[in-house]
């Protein structure tokens, strides 16, 4: 197949694209493109979500084992859109109220989406990084799109400051790897991976690209942008870089160490992803217990999710990978329709965001405490909801690869999260409303935390509809 | 063969001359100007060796966008206080003595001790046209054409992104 007709064959990354150039004409063309474009970005992300899990079966290595559609990279690109296209639609009323109603936010989100798509579709180093950076560039403008206020800024910087370093280690760790694989073609470096894994520089490299993705899942001694940059974004954007951004960060971390869940092939990482997974799980836990802030709360609970999310690295073995894509499925929906939830109750200057806001919820609002509890659970892990599969794939992965320990220090850390999650439901149902907070009505906010409610649910109480694809892509 | 030793020979001797000078001027403004000519020096051996691609993007990327940056900032910055630094922290000057001697060892070592690769003479490099910005096109467009798109993306968006925050009102 020539390079014309290929072209074809990345549907959903051309509509992407197209997309943010008529957006730009868009903007440039008419004085209401504020209410155009919301609509027309979550158009052209559903597109692309359905067009990629329609295909899912149908794999394919394009552009000379340059790119790959299809399979893994389908269910990514689903979490990836479909997730954009619930922040949009949870940030169609935010940006309005909080005066930095433009529509170059739309564009800047559609191009960060572009950039997690082009990560997970990566068969080759170059497209990793260009992906990276243009979804990175795109969250730091989008970390500090609301100049006003001051501590929008401060996490725009430090999410900048910290995010070039942690690129930095990635581009090292690109450089050592092609200098001694002498290729930077995924396929190549998977290939005789266990011939180059004997080379020091080869592992230096390794480990140098694993630890700058690291920085970007947010586990535990690479997590201190992580609080003040959650905290300080919009909401809606903090939503969109917890969720689908560490998805593309573990979509990379997945394919360059494939060889190790397919090959049967030592991970020489076990000890390291074992340590930095119970780090990152009892710090995160523990830290959130102490928090009253929601926003940092949630942040904190990033941190953990991020260490269980690790421990299927750990494990390295193809059980371990389909529970990462599932646990990264329900933990994007989940944690959207959290931050939904914050976003709606938070009021018009980020006011409302203690925990004593939310007492006494139930009886002003019932839909939303409902929708809250929900997701509180759902992150807590308790079944029926959609977390509870994550973790028990990922727990039951790692028993496998004999790293009993770990899944019950998994265990032992989600049951000291159980109280931070479960403080929140019992002050929206168990306390006097203390404070007198008006709640704005907003539909496409909450047409957000429902559609991501329901999804939650579908797969918590369906696991198997989204597991069996998974595995059976995985298969092959 | 006799016009390229002499062409050499001009150009070492014009980067010489000029990177002496950029270290030796007072003003930095003197400095970065001089750097520029030795921009151009380079982009001129840079062509004896047959590599036409590194000399212009030497002289638009380097000399032109750098140093025009660079001496932009010099003129904004007061840069009158860089002679009270030397003076008050003499060891400053130490360390960039060690570091301009470790330099230049490395360089020596690799002149007159490391065996430069046989397979790549410059016969060879001129025969399969690896300088020329033609070679370099064909691969941008058949087996990179995938990254070179997305970087397009990569810079609109830089673009969109830096306009938004340097966006001076709010509505």
């Known amino acids: 197949m020539t390079a014309n007709t290929e072209i074809f064959q990345l549907l959903p990354h051309l509509v992407i694209g197209v997309g943010i150039v008529l957006s730009v004409v868009i ?65 169609v009323d935010y940006i309005k109220k909080s005066k930095m109603n433009f529509g170059e936010f739309y564009i800047l989100v559609q191009s960060s989406v572009l950039g997690m798509m082009l990560m997970a579709g990566a068969r080759d180093l170059f497209m990793i990084f260009i992906g990276l950076e243009l979804m990175s560039i795109c969250f730091y403008v989008l970390a500090g799109i609301n100049r006003s206020r001051m501590g929008n800024t401060e996490a725009a910087l430090k999410y900048f400051l910290l995010g070039a370093f942690a690129t930095g280690f990635i581009v ?35 480990a140098l690209f694993v630890i700058g993705f690291l920085f970007k899942i947010a586990a535990f001694p690479f997590h201190m942008w992580v609080p003040d940059v959650y905290q300080g974004a919009a909401t809606p954007v903090t939503g969109l870089m917890s969720t689908t951004g560490k998805a593309a960060a573990f979509s990379v971390l997945i394919i360059i160490l494939s060889a190790v869940f397919t090959q049967n092939i030592t991970n020489n990482f076990e000890i390291l992803f074992a340590v930095i997974a119970t780090l990152s799980m009892l710090y995160g836990s523990i830290v959130a217990i102490a928090q009253d802030n929601l926003k940092r709360m949630l942040a904190y609970s990033s941190i953990a999710h991020a260490g269980y999310m690790t421990i299927g690295l750990a494990a390295g073995n193809i059980e371990s990978v389909s529970g990462i894509i599932f646990y990264l499925t329900a933990y994007a929906f989940m944690n959207l329709g959290a931050f939904g939830v914050i976003a709606l109750i938070e009021g018009s200057n980020e006011e409302n965001l203690d925990i004593n806001s939310y007492s006494g919820l139930n009886s002003k609002s019932p839909i939303l405490a409902g929708f809250m509890a929900l997701f509180m659970f759902a992150l807590a892990g308790i079944p029926p909801m959609a977390g509870f599969f994550g973790k028990y794939y990922v727990f039951v992965a790692s028993i496998k ?31 006097d409303s203390t404070s007198s907070i008006i709640i704005k009505n907003s539909f496409t906010g909450l047409l957000a935390v429902i559609i991501s409610g329901l999804l939650v649910l579908v797969f918590g109480i369906l696991p198997d509809t989204l597991f069996s694809i998974i595995t059976s892509v995985l298969s092959y | 063969m006799i016009l390229e030793y002499i062409l050499f020979a001009i150009l070492g001797l014009v980067a010489v001359v000029t990177s002496v000078a950029m270290i030796t001027r007072p003003s930095p403004v003197m400095s970065a100007i001089f750097l520029v000519l030795n921009f151009f020096a380079l982009a001129g051996l840079y062509l004896l060796l047959n590599a036409q691609f590194i000399a212009v993007v030497q002289v638009i990327v380097y000399a032109g966008a750098i140093m025009v940056l660079f001496l932009f900032v010099l003129m904004l910055l007061n840069t009158d206080s860089e002679h009270a630094i030397l003076k008050e922290k003499r060891k400053l000057k130490f360390i960039g003595i060690f570091i301009a001697v470790l330099v230049f060892i490395q360089i020596g070592y690799i002149v007159f001790y490391s065996a430069p690769s046989d397979s790549v003479t410059k016969e060879i490099a001129e025969s399969i046209n690896a300088g020329k910005i033609e070679t370099i096109g064909t691969e941008l467009y058949t087996t990179y054409v995938l990254p070179f798109l997305a970087s397009g993306f990569l810079l609109l968006g830089a673009t969109i992104g830096a306009i938004v925050l340097a966006m001076k009102k709010f509505e």
């Open chain 1, 401 to 431: 690869a004999d790293l009993t320990w770990l899944a019950i220090v998994g265990v032992f850390s989600s049951a000291i999260s159980v109280y931070f999650y479960l403080r929140v439901v019992v002050y929206m149902y168990f306390k």
């Open chain 1, 27 to 91: 903007e440039i063309s008419t004085k209401k493109s504020e209410s155009i474009l919301p609509w027309f970005t979550i158009l052209i992300f559903v597109f692309a979500g359905a067009h990629s899990i329609i295909n899912v079966y149908d794999y394919q290595i394009l552009f000379g084992g340059m790119y790959a559609i299809g399979g893994v990279t389908a269910i990514f690109n689903f979490i990836f859109t479909i997730g954009a296209a619930i922040m949009v639609l949870n940030a």
């Open chain 1, 172 to 206: 090292f760790g690109i450089a050592l790897i092609y200098g001694t694989a002498k290729s930077t073609s995924i396929d190549q470096i998977v290939f005789a991976y266990e011939y180059f894994i004997t080379d020091v520089l080869f592992l230096t490299g390794l």
